[in-house]
T-cell receptor
Framework: NAGVTQTPKFRVLKTGQSMTLLCAQD?????MYWYRQDPGMGLRLIHYSVGEGTTAKGEVPDGYNVSRLKKQNFLLGLESAAPSQTSVYFCASRDGTLGDTQYFGPGTRLTVL | KQEVTQIPAALSVPEGENLVLNCSFTDSAIYNLQWFRQDPGKGLTSLLL?????REQTSGRLNASLDKSSGRSTLYIAASQPGDSATYLC????????????FGKGITLSVRP
């Protein structure tokens, strides 16, 4: 049982390049989330999904797209990276039942030059 | 809009001290509150989850309390150890299975040997 995993762990992009971050969970969770964490700003929700095939915008969705084609995977895409997207990205999941715990992945550190 | 505050932002204590970390939230209509630990360069690990109907939860040397009416939670760490050094974040979920967590910015704890 690996929990929540994220690929890649580190990435450096040039402005305008695109990339996809992959999140995978093996707990059969319905809900999945993408956050970014920046110094002084705390954790901010980018997009989330309440089940396979669904996605919704969070607090800071601009510049990002997501897809949840399979229940266990949640992809975060940057179509044209900007320096402002330099951050640490965390994926999380939960089963959606009453009183459930939210589990986080180890994070992806992204630098956009 | 729910706001979660954790003060101070950083705390340094000698080993063996009992300590209390505070968390306050502006909207008392919460569903549950969760305390997380984050080690440098790592993801978040759930420590304790308190449902709105509960007053406290305990796990080992950790005890978390919740006072919904006053919008406050505390995380008590008994007999602190250098291994407890980390950032501690609290997060509240407002209501319903679909609602999202609102995070505080965390308290960075350093336990000196």
């Amino acid at each position: 049982n690996a929990g929540v995993t994220q690929t890649p762990k580190f990435r450096v992009l040039k402005t305008g390049q695109s990339m996809t971050l992959l999140c995978a969970q093996d707990m059969n969770h319905e809900y999945m989330y993408w956050y970014r964490q920046d110094p002084g700003m705390g954790l901010r929700l980018i997009h989330y999904s309440v089940g396979e095939g669904t996605t919704a915008k969070g607090e800071v969705p601009d510049g990002y797209n997501v897809s949840r084609l399979k229940k266990q995977n949640f992809l975060l895409g940057l179509e044209s990276a900007a320096p402002s997207q330099t951050s640490v990205y965390f994926c999380a999941s939960r089963d959606g039942t009453l009183g459930d715990t939210q589990y986080f992945g180890p994070g992806t550190r992204l630098t956009v030059l | 809009k729910q706001e979660v505050t954790q003060i101070p932002a950083a705390l340094s204590v000698p080993e063996g001290e009992n300590l209390v970390l505070n968390c306050s939230f502006t909207d008392s209509a919460i569903y549950n509150l969760q305390w997380f630990r984050q080690d440098p360069g790592k993801g978040l690990t759930s420590l304790l989850l308190i449902q709105s109907s509960q007053r406290e939860q305990t796990s080992g040397r950790l005890n978390a309390s919740l006072d919904k009416s006053s919008g406050r939670s505390t995380l008590y760490i008994a007999a602190s150890q250098p291994g407890d050094s980390a950032t501690y974040l609290c997060a509240v979920r407002r209501g319903g299975a679909n609602s999202k967590l609102t995070f505080g910015k965390g308290i960075t704890l350093s336990v000196r040997p």
